[in-house]
């Protein structure tokens, strides 16, 4: 069931210094993304709890919501092994005021992405991967935003191929100097 809430998200412009130079500057060219021309669908936010990943997909959230749906998904695990709910939640409502790109975001998907993830979650993997370039991605504006406090190392192979990211961010503690 999907319920519509406003969320708090304080600006880029006001939360960019929270960044080391090289996040920020990732950052700021997906900021900069209109809709209009979007290579790969996965955007993957990972490192060390406590860094920012949340807050920078709120401001994301926030700066594309003109040209972009944000749906926050609070049970992934049923989302990728339920086909119908996935379906329903892929497809959207199909009102024609419906914006064009949705971004399905996900949180704390450690287990989702992990490199023992086909064995762990069984078609959840596979399923996350359709979504994003394969066939049920096909003809769909999905995005998939996850968050992880992995290693990009211990991810499974297949979720950093290159060509399925949109963008593979390590945000991290800022140096002493920043």
Not at 30 to 49: C, K, S, Y
Not at 52 to 59: E, H, I, Q, Y
Not at 136 to 162: M, Y
Request: aromatic share 4%; net charge negative; glycine share 8%.
């Amino acid at each position: 069931r999907r319920v519509q809430r406003e969320i708090d998200a304080a600006p880029w412009s006001q939360i960019r210094d929270n960044y080391s130079g090289p996040v920020a500057e990732t950052l700021e060219r997906l900021m900069a993304i209109d809709g209009t021309a979007v290579n790969g669908r996965l955007l993957l936010l990972h490192g060390e709890p406590g860094t920012g990943k949340t807050t920078a997909l709120r401001a994301l959230a926030q700066q594309w919501r003109s040209w972009c749906q944000v749906d926050c998904v609070l049970d992934p695990e049923r989302l990728f092994s339920d086909p119908a709910y996935l379906m329903s939640v892929a497809l959207g409502s199909g009102d024609d005021d419906e914006p064009r790109w949705r971004l399905l975001m996900l949180e704390d998907c450690d287990e989702l992405v992990s490199g023992q993830a086909k064995a762990s979650a069984g078609q959840s993997l596979s399923r996350l991967l359709n979504l994003t370039d394969g066939l049920l991605g096909q003809g769909r504006n999905a995005l998939i935003a996850i968050t992880t406090n992995e290693d990009l190392a211990s991810l499974h192979p297949a979720v950093v191929r290159p060509g399925r990211c949109l963008a593979s961010i390590e945000v991290g503690r800022l140096r002493y100097a920043e």
